[in-house]
Structures are given as C-alpha cells and as structure tokens.
C-alpha cells in the first residue's frame, strides 16, 4: 500500500477492475442467496476503499473498461461457475450444466457494478490511446524480452509474449500520466522493473504486493 | 345448410353431406369446433417443439464461440426463451408470437459465423439484440409467463 501512497491517483488494470465489479448475491428462492464473488473481490474492495479514504483517484483509460465490459467480466464469470464449490452453493447437482440464463443474470449485475462506479466520482475513465510509436516500441520491447536467454523464464507458457493493445495503451498511460499501475496481469508484473527503468512506465505494483 | 355453408366449414372432410335439420347443424358445429381447437393446439405444439429444438442446435453452435459478453447473451437470452416456451399455456400467443420473432433474430447474428468465428465477432455491438431482450422479458413477465431475468431465482430454474 506504501507504494501507492505518494501518488494522487491509481491506475487499475482490466482484471482489478473486474475483481471490483465481481459481487453477485444469486436468489436460491425467496429469501436466501448465495454471494458469487471474485476470489480477491474483498481484497480490490478494501484496498479501493483505503484509497478513497486518503482521497486518492481510481482511473483507467477507455480502452480497458470496453474490455472489462465485452470480454473480461464474461471471462471472469465463466471461470468462477466452473468452480467447484460455487456449482454446489447453487445448490446444482454434479456435472449438472450451470444455467445460461443464470450465467447471464450474473455477468448483467456484475455490468451495473461496472456501469455504476463510472458514475462515482472517485472514479474515473480517461480518454487515451498511445501513438503507433509508442505501441511499436513496447510490443519490440516484450518481443525481445521473450526470448532474451536471462529473462525468458519469467514469461508463462501458456501466455502470447506480447500483452494485448488494451495492456500497452494502460502501460504507457501511466508513463504519461506518472501513475503507478495496480495490477494482476503477468505481463506487467514479470517486466516491471525493466518497464519502469526504461521509462516505458512509473510503476507497476503487483496486487499480491499490497496489505 | 347450404352446400356453401358446408364447403366452408369443411362439412365433406368431417362426412356430412347435408345437414339439414337444427340439430344435425349444432351437432355438426359443436364436432367441427372441437377438432379446429385439437388442431390449432397440436399446431401450437408442434411449433413450440420446432422451435425449442432450433434454440437447442443453436446453443450448441454458441458454445464454440469466443467467451465474451455477447455470447453470455445469446445463451442465455435464449435459454430465457426455451423456459418460457416451456411455461406456455396454449393461450399464450402473444409471447409466443414474441418469443419466435426474438428467436429469429437472435438466430440471425449466429448463422453467418458458424464454424468460423472472427476475433473481432466478441466486440460487436449488440446493444439492439439486448434491447429486444429487455422487452421480451417486460412482455413474458406481463403476462405471468417467465420473471424479468433480474428477478429470476435459481428455484424458478430447477423446480420448472
């Protein structure tokens, strides 16, 4: 949290967000419910509040909230009613397939959440997107860094070298901006002191690094 | 009755010939209106079948489509409607009427892109498919058919 602090505001990359919106109480019946939330859905909401109370702005650029909004919070869903544990508090029998209608119900409310906090004043959508420069640059920057023998290990398998245009806009906005990024996304993270030392961003701070 | 009377309330198909005294007309009548409502009904219900299983295939395609939102929508906007097409009386035209019409269009934005999906498909806009949506559900909860989507509980979905 320490990290944060020296700066007036906070830049949140596409999963914080999601993690923010992800709070979904699904009705059982008429009266009971079961809460369906992101795993670090508490954690992004008392660091976010933390922040508010310090007087701290929230912000992302447009870009990333049309990604939270069209693919993201979908994906988010789609994974947490995969989940063992969510299947039975719904009370659905083993390899029964979870509702598409249910699906949609919860990724709609997890929609509004998205849709309220842009009216909230403590939040903010800027309107950014890098030069074609800048792109090129940073996505040579990940090439090179995928395949340079000392840092090669750090990237996931499983994951494209190069973080997508949404992730490169959110990177050099907050070298624009000099605001540090509060992220979850391995692309940030596994660069981020060569992104800061080569001015490609202020800061990146990984979520797990916050209390 | 005369001939013209008969011909058209289909007296040749049903085997009468002349139905000339008052009686022999209610009989008649009172026969020809039961079967025209057995047909109309098992019409319905043949449609309703039909339809059900096009919403059944089309879900299928769906799931090979990019996770995003507008694949949650089609989904699950048409998972709404084979559960409301379930919960139809014979009455219920008018939502049915409804149900069909937003079926087709929502068929409609799938058709094109079975077995290949562009990348850009999840970034569509379906603001008017989410809208017609929106007024379905005014439509099916109005008429007792179906809850609005937000007030839907997980009891209304497994009980049914």
Not at chain 2, 21 to 46: C, E, K, M, N, W
Request: charged share 25%; with cysteine.
């Amino acid at each position: 949290m320490q990290r944060l602090l020296p700066y007036p505001a906070v830049l949140y990359d596409a999963n914080i967000i999601v993690y923010y919106c992800f709070y979904c109480p699904v009705r059982l019946g008429e009266r009971a419910e079961y809460l369906i939330q992101g795993e670090l859905t508490e954690k992004v909401r008392t660091i976010s509040d933390r922040l508010r109370r310090d007087g701290k702005t929230i912000k992302t650029i447009e870009v990333i909230m049309k990604e939270v909004t069209d693919v993201v919070l979908a994906d988010a869903v789609r994974q947490r009613i995969c989940n063992e544990e969510v299947r039975e508090g719904v009370g659905l029998a083993r390899g029964a397939q979870f509702p598409p209608m249910l699906e949609l119900q919860i990724l709609e409310k997890c929609r509004k959440s998205a849709r309220k906090i842009q009216s909230a004043g403590w939040f903010v959508v800027d309107h950014y997107l890098a030069g074609p420069a800048e792109i090129t640059a940073l996505r040579q920057f990940f090439r090179n860094a995928s395949v340079d023998p000392a840092l090669r290990s750090r990237f996931s398998r499983h994951k494209r070298p190069v973080p997508s245009d949404q992730d490169l806009h959110l990177m050099s906005y907050s070298q624009v901006s000099r605001l540090p990024v509060l992220t979850d996304d391995g692309h940030f993270i596994v660069m981020r002191s060569e992104l800061k030392t080569l001015g490609f961003a202020t800061e990146i701070v990984p979520l797990r690094t916050v209390v | 009755m005369s001939a013209n009377t008969a011909e058209l309330l289909g007296a040749e198909e049903l085997g009468f010939d002349d139905c000339t005294t008052p009686s022999i007309r209610i009989g008649f009548r009172l026969h020809y209106s039961t079967r025209q409502a057995v047909d109309t009904a098992s019409t319905t219900h043949l449609a309703v079948g039909a339809l059900q299983a096009r919403i059944q295939a089309a879900l299928h395609y769906i799931e090979d489509f990019p996770v995003s939102y507008n694949r949650t929508l089609l989904a699950g906007s048409l998972d709404y409607c084979i559960r409301a097409l379930r919960r139809l009386g014979n009455g219920d035209h008018g939502p049915y009427k409804a149900i069909r019409e937003y079926t087709e269009f929502a068929l409609g934005l799938i058709g094109p892109y079975i077995g290949r999906v562009p990348d850009q498909w999840a970034r569509l806009d379906f603001t008017l498919l989410s809208d017609r949506f929106e007024n379905l559900q005014v439509l099916c909860s109005g008429g007792g058919v179906m809850p609005r989507l937000e007030d839907v509980t997980l009891k209304d979905i497994i009980d049914r």
